[in-house]
């Protein structure tokens, strides 16, 4: 899943992406309202982490405009003001949730988790089937014929593209956009690494390469 931070303290926005990253997400960040504004409307993203106090354009005007546009992508205020007013200004706005600084990590992952949740209860179920392989996207959890099997957070992350679409050919530019971030200048042969590891801890059959076009996830036959 790709999330969004927009946040003008630098020190925090990266200590952000870097435990986000970790927990398997793709995590972009920028640092200006206007910037948060036109990343969040120009690239699809699962969640928006937003601060208020922004420059260029303050958090509740980017998320009124991204909802007056249609967007429903769940956002997550942060801010360092307090007060039941504020709160009520952010939701009114269109936010999702409201965390205020200073506030727990571990809080912050349960939230965005939550939020993610909450959104696949209303979209695709967050328990995806491909023949003997059960995808747990909301508790992360894999098990193949009922042995569940331990995967990093990044296989997982490859592992969900493949469940998501299962049967349907997915590309290695389209699992490096949604599970490496958008400044991403790495070898693209990594998602080679990670498919490969996957068909070790799978097993053979499931994970299928589909010359030049990318990998196909299907149920042996």
């Known amino acids: 899943m790709r999330l969004l931070i927009v946040e003008d303290e630098r020190r925090l926005a990266l200590s952000l992406a870097k435990g986000l990253t970790a927990e398997g997400y793709a995590v972009d960040v920028v640092h200006d309202g206007l910037d948060g504004l036109h990343r969040a409307t120009e690239s699809p993203y699962d969640l928006v982490v937003l601060d208020i106090m922004l420059p260029g354009m303050n958090g509740y005007r980017v998320c009124s405009t991204l909802r007056a546009a249609g967007n429903d992508v769940p956002i997550l205020m942060l801010t360092a003001k307090d007060g039941e007013y504020d709160e009520a200004e952010g939701l009114d706005t269109g936010a999702d949730d409201y965390l205020t600084k200073p506030f727990s990590y571990v809080v912050l992952v349960a939230r965005v988790r939550a939020l993610l949740r909450r959104r696949g209860q209303h979209g695709a179920s967050p328990v995806l089937t ?88 299907e149920a042996p036959r």
């Not at 995808?135 to 990093?152: M, S």
């Not at 493949?162 to 693209?188: N, T």
């Open 130 to 217: 491909v023949g003997p392989l059960r995808v747990d996207t909301a508790a992360r959890r894999v098990t193949r014929d009922g042995d569940e099997i331990a995967l990093t957070a990044k296989e997982f992350a490859v592992l969900e593209q493949f469940a998501v679409r299962a049967g349907e050919v997915v590309s290695k530019a389209e699992i490096l956009e949604h599970v490496w971030d958008f400044a991403y200048e790495g070898d693209p042969n990594i998602v080679e690494v990670y498919v490969s590891a996957l068909r070790r801890k799978l097993g053979a059959g499931l994970i299928r390469t589909v010359r030049g076009a990318g990998y196909r996830l």
